[in-house]
């Protein structure tokens, strides 16, 4: 096909990241906020388009909304998939600007969400709507805006579950990482352990049967067998090792100091590598539980929250490939790989979805959830333009010969 010449409007990408950044799309049902009217701001843009995106509520005041642009020529498809929803600002008077301003200072777009990754989603919206009015294109691109993609991942898992994955040849996740093709992601399990001991007076604990402590034995064993993986598995290639890692504790309902509680509860993040075997991972924290559990008389339950599994796209499958012709195109240096040390939505995409997935996006990749998170206005324009790029290149090489 002969080459073509594609304009980004750089002007209104950075307006429209703006525009969704002043949206508080925090899953906070207590203060009424959620991702819908991030949703409907994509969905009206897309419309002012002449697209015709579908919105599909996933739970309440929680929509995914996903639109199809048909080329008009015979090829494949691209999905560009993004999230609406952000993490909880914290305190706002820790921010040096207000959370949800999107102010710019010093070529900076500061505010919740700029990179994480409001960013990146009006900028594959963007990009594709670049692509489209630079004439008929082979294939289709699909753009995923989805919910939820910061806590049980409920949008991906229901456009997966929906079939919307059917069809769809490569998928682009718009988050940030810092100039990386992440063509590989750390896996996921989150536990909970529920401990349940016997009330009693903190004068004489030989009445009851503590859970704290047998928690902390819990942790403690915790510890030993992270460092046993970590030397079973070793270090994997751009994600670095295993981790098992104590996040909450909670005892019971009454806090009193001179109580020992009946129950209490530690949660666990697990982040693991393409090399670990999840379900045995999981066998060996309930082969541990049980062993403290006989030690201390305390009942100990296993509880698998989430499990997501480990990622790895060959860098030299369709999508890759695409992706960093166009970043060495766009950027003028060559691609540079790495790995997204948590997951995403590309995570599901992978796994149950059937796609060659890779995450690349405007923004740094340790900026996310942090007070006085930013992207650089330049980045978000630069990345509009690769990614437009990525899905010529993707479409065009796509063609039956």
């Known amino acids: 096909m002969p080459a073509r010449t594609i304009h980004i409007d750089a002007d209104q990408v950075v307006a429209f990241t703006a525009e969704l950044v002043r949206i508080e799309s925090v899953n906070d049902p207590a203060t009424g906020r959620s991702e819908a009217a991030a949703a409907e701001l994509v969905a009206d843009r897309m419309r002012s388009f002449g697209w015709h995106p579908i919105v599909e509520e996933v739970a309440p005041g929680r929509p995914n909304v996903i639109c199809t642009i048909d080329g008009g020529l015979p090829g494949p498809t691209l999905l560009f998939e993004g999230h609406t929803d952000v993490v909880t600002e914290g305190d706002r008077a ?30 594959v919206i963007y990009a594709t709507r670049a692509v489209e009015q630079a004439g008929p294109f082979p294939g289709r691109i699909v753009i995923a805006a989805l919910c939820d993609e910061e806590e049980m991942m409920l949008g991906v898992k229901h456009f997966v579950t929906a079939g919307h994955c059917a069809g769809i040849d490569g998928a682009i ?27 009693a ?3 004489m604990p030989d009445q009851g049967l503590n859970p704290i402590a047998a928690l902390a034995r819990v942790a403690t064993a915790v510890s030993a067998l992270e460092s046993e993986q970590q030397q079973r598995y070793g270090t994997y290639q751009h994600l670095g090792e295993i981790w098992l890692t ?22 666990i993040d697990i982040r693991t590598t393409p090399d670990v075997d999840h379900p045995e991972l999981i066998a060996e924290v309930e082969a541990m539980l049980h062993e403290v559990g006989e030690s201390t008389g305390v009942r100990l339950e296993l509880c698998v929250i989430d499990d997501r599994p480990a990622t790895d796209t060959a860098i030299d499958s369709p999508v890759c490939r695409a992706l960093a012709a166009a970043h060495e195109r766009i950027t003028g240096e060559p691609p540079v790989y790495g ?8 995570t599901i995409l992978w796994r149950d979805g059937g796609l060659d997935s890779v995450v ?19 980045e978000i324009v630069r990345y509009t333009e690769v990614f437009a790029q990525a899905a010529v290149n993707f479409l065009e090489a796509g063609i039956d010969p």
């Open 201 to 203: 007076h903190g004068a």
């Open 94 to 123: 820790a921010w040096t600007h207000d959370p949800f301003s999107a102010t710019v200072v010093d070529g900076r777009m500061y505010g919740r969400g700029t990179a994480d990754m409001k960013g990146g989603l009006a900028a």
């Open 246 to 267: 104590p996040t909450v504790i909670q005892a019971g309902t009454i806090e009193q100091i001179n109580v020992i509680p009946a129950d209490a509860t530690l949660a």
């Open 360 to 378: 690349y996006g405007p923004g740094g990749k340790w900026i996310a959830h942090q007070v006085d998170e930013f992207v650089e206005i330049d």
């Open 173 to 199: 996740s718009a988050e940030p990482e810092g100039g990386e093709i992440c063509a590989v992601s750390k896996g996921a399990i989150r536990l909970r352990i529920d401990a349940t001991g016997r009330m």
């Open 339 to 346: 790995g997204v040390p948590g997951s995403t939505d590309g």
